[in-house]
């Protein structure tokens, strides 16, 4: 079968002219390949390299070797390290979503619209897009009263369910997910898991970037561990 | 590369170049990054920008950033014809499907282009408003010269459009001097859509607002992209803006592209020594 995504032989290092030319190796020989609608979780030490084989694949980081070859339902079999900007920008547009640790949104637009917005650019009418959102965000405990509250001000926990909220709203074909339990309580760590198992259900395949066991454990079909930029083991998690 | 083999562009720019004073033939080859300067070592021409390539797709925007005097501004001054060009190749699908280079084109038909399919906002209100007219009056001119004579209509689509940009609209017929300078900006936005261009050019339009209006500024930008699917070229020092509201950028430095590509990139894994320095000061 056709692996939804295959990883081959991706090197990553970061030359900085501004530090005397320094070069950072970041990640080495990293091969790996994934079916449609599995769960990677990606493990390791910080500063391991997890985040930046995640921003490697969503084209953040440029790939300095190797290549990304991902079955798009945009172009078919397409490789991201030499993908075009625009090839690139539709398929982030149409299927595949990267969700960081951390919320950057406009100032001064409330949280309900910023959790809306998306389907909203999808084509999704108005009021059935803020419908789903006010559905998600209730799932995900954020108070009512911030719905219409800008997130700027929020605490990093109510940041996270608007982030996490907007990221898997559109159902996108391929998630990269960073961290998205790492400052919720139980409950809500609970809910957010049980949120991408549907995503999964519906077809979405996921790489999960997790520091937290129980995360884990409930959600990842497969670990892989990352160790001074290089894969160490891949294993089935206990789930 | 921000240029791209797919046929999906709306403007398409080959070559553009500015010079003033008299160049030599090797003015373009002795300036720019690598000799850190844009004055020809051998005579008093300077280069304000050259063989700049890129390609803006419909819908898209497109950042681009750069210190003082990097040819930022010029550059959107030369696409929309206040200045002329020293030359290269401007092609524009609204206009004769692209078929024709813009810089060689009569200065009627640059007027109609200008007119009717292109809006620019500068920094300063004053570039783009007459103070002398009311705010719905300068929407009025624009409007006038698109070609829209009906007082009525006039009078309707300025109220809307002051009404969409969250200007009061009762304040119509004041003049934007009596204006705070966000407001000022936003009836030059209203000015710059009044005609429905497919093509916008935005000159560091959020620079010296103070920050809770820049906000509203950069809001209504995006809302008019996202509703309109107006595309853009945004000029900024800022590089929050350019994070904000581009899909990818460009970076110039002595009046050429040294770095272009997706806005995340640019910002988080920037190649250039320039934009590498321009990142790591970033506040």
């Known amino acids: 079968m056709n692996p939804f995504l295959e990883v081959i032989n991706l090197r990553k290092e ?6 005397n030319d320094k070069k950072i190796d970041a990640l080495e020989d990293i091969n790996f390949s994934m079916n449609h609608g599995e769960i990677i979780g990606l493990t390791g030490k910080s500063g391991s390299g997890k985040s930046s084989l995640m921003k490697c694949l969503y084209g953040t980081y440029l790939i300095n070797e190797g290549s990304v070859m991902y079955d798009s339902s945009q172009y078919g079999k397409i490789d991201l390290a030499k993908a075009t900007e625009h090839e690139i920008l539709r398929i982030r547009k149409k299927e595949l979503t990267y969700c960081s640790q951390f919320l950057q949104v406009i100032p001064r637009v409330p949280a309900l619209e910023i959790v809306a917005e998306q389907l909203i650019a999808d084509g999704v009418d108005e009021g059935d897009a803020l419908e789903k959102a006010r559905s998600f965000l209730n799932r995900l405990g954020l108070p009512e009263e911030l719905w219409d509250a800008y997130p700027s001000t929020f605490s990093g926990g109510e940041q996270q369910r608007i982030n996490v909220a ?4 559109s159902e996108p074909r391929f998630l990269l997910i960073d961290e998205p339990t790492a400052s919720l309580d139980v409950r809500t760590k609970d809910v957010v898991i049980q949120m991408i198992l549907d995503l999964k259900k519906s077809g979405t395949s996921v790489i999960l970037i997790t520091h937290d066991a129980y995360t884990l454990a409930n959600l990842a079909d497969r670990e892989l561990k990352l160790t001074n930029g290089r894969i160490e083991e891949a294993e089935v998690a206990t789930a | 590369m921000v240029t791209d083999n797919s046929d ?4 398409r720019v080959r070559g553009l170049t500015k010079i003033y004073g008299d160049p030599i033939s090797n003015t373009i080859r002795y300036t720019g990054p690598k000799y850190g300067t844009n004055q020809c070592p051998e005579t008093d021409a300077i280069v304000a920008c050259a063989e700049i390539d890129f390609d803006l797709f419909h819908g898209e925007v497109l950042g681009v950033v750069g210190e003082s005097g990097s040819g930022k501004s010029t550059l959107v001054q030369l696409l929309y014809f206040d200045q002329e060009s020293t030359g290269g190749d401007v092609r524009f699908r609204g206009f004769e499907n692209g078929d024709v280079n813009l810089l060689t084109v009569s200065n009627q038909k640059k007027r109609y282009i200008r007119n009717h399919l292109m809006g620019m906002v500068y920094q300063n209100p004053r570039d783009g408003l007459n103070f002398k007219f009311s705010a719905g009056g300068n929407i009025a001119e624009k409007l006038l010269m698109a070609g829209e004579f009906h007082v009525g209509r006039i009078r309707d689509r300025s109220s809307s459009l002051l009404e969409r940009t969250e ?11 009596s204006f705070s300078g966000g407001m000022q900006q936003r009836v030059q936005i209203s000015k710059a859509i009044a005609n429905n261009p497919p093509l916008l ?7 010296g607002l103070d920050v809770s209006v820049q906000a509203k500024v950069l809001d209504l930008i995006r809302g008019l992209q996202r509703q309109l699917g107006i595309s853009m070229i945004v000029v900024s020092h800022d590089l929050s803006v350019i994070r904000m509201l581009t899909d990818r950028t460009m970076v110039l430095k002595n009046g050429r592209i040294v770095e272009a590509g997706l806005t995340d990139q640019i910002l988080q894994d920037p ?3 320039y934009t590498q320095l321009l990142v790591s000061s970033l506040l």
Not at chain 1, 14 to 19: S, V
Not at chain 1, 166 to 169: E, N, P, V
Not at chain 2, 8 to 11: Q, V, Y
Not at chain 2, 168 to 177: F, H, L, Q, S, Y
């Open chain 2, 167 to 177: 200007v009061p609209v009762p304040r119509m017929d004041n003049a934007p001097g």
């Open chain 2, 271 to 273: 190649q250039h020594e």
């Open chain 2, 8 to 11: 999906n562009w709306l403007l």
């Open chain 1, 166 to 169: 907007q990221a898997i709203i």
């Open chain 1, 14 to 19: 970061f030359f900085l002219h501004i530090l």
């Open chain 2, 201 to 207: 050019f935005l000159d560091e339009v959020t620079t």
